[in-house]
């Protein structure tokens, strides 16, 4: 709605030498504040979700999502709008510091946050018990694997959750062997690295 009200206003134009008029500035400053309260709701929100998931679970396991090519244009037809409308939507839940969180608060927690390698796992394709890849497109939402011998049947986003899961367990296990015996109370020296990084780029983005 501030969008809309601002639009009917006269902007400023360099080219032609024109100001923007008063009505056009108070308006903007009035659209300011609301961005600046969605951002702050936006970051509360992603804070009280991931200290829950954080505080209920040891091990977190996620998937490295490109944002910014799940975020890209549509270049030509009726998806244009739509594509326009779930790039708002992507960009809305934050996808990009959610993985910041979990990795600096699971550290903090003494637990685990592992990203497993979406193009070369492929947890949407591959099968959580045979380990097989059946090809899908995104309107399949029910995995039926392709292997005879398997025929395993799941909901495609539970199927991947427990792909991700199992790949996640299996770092768990190789991170705890070469794990050194002096350790902190707050967890391993990387994962205090881990964390003092994590930090650095929370507060970079802010201040941003």
């Excluded at 400053?29 to 991931?50: F, G, M, P, Y």
């Excluded at 999502?65 to 244009?73: D, E, I, Q, S, Y």
């Amino acid at each position: 709605v501030a969008s809309k009200r601002l639009r009917r206003k006269r902007p400023p134009n360099r080219n032609k030498k024109v100001k923007g008029s008063r009505r056009w500035k108070k308006e903007r400053k009035q659209l300011s504040k609301v961005q600046s309260k969605i951002a702050r709701q936006r970051e509360d929100w992603l804070h009280k979700v991931t200290s829950d998931i954080v505080s209920g679970n040891s091990l977190i396991g996620g998937e490295q999502l490109n944002v910014k090519g799940m975020t890209r244009k549509a270049k030509k037809g009726k998806r244009k709008k739509q594509k326009a409308g779930l790039n708002r939507s992507i960009l809305d839940v934050g996808f990009g510091l959610v993985g910041d969180l979990l990795t600096y608060k699971s550290a903090e927690a003494g637990g685990f946050y592992v990203e497993s390698p979406t193009r070369m796992l492929k947890p949407t394709q591959r099968c959580a018990k045979c380990w097989e890849l059946t090809p899908k497109s995104l309107a399949d939402r029910v995995h039926v694997c392709s292997n005879p011998d398997c025929g395993h049947t799941e909901d495609r986003d539970i199927n991947a959750a427990q792909v991700n899961e199992i790949w996640a367990r299996g770092l768990e296990r190789t991170s705890l062997d070469a794990e050194l015996p002096s350790s902190t109370d707050c967890g391993s020296m990387k994962q205090l690295g881990a964390r003092k990084r994590q930090k650095q780029r929370l507060q970079q983005s802010k201040s941003l």
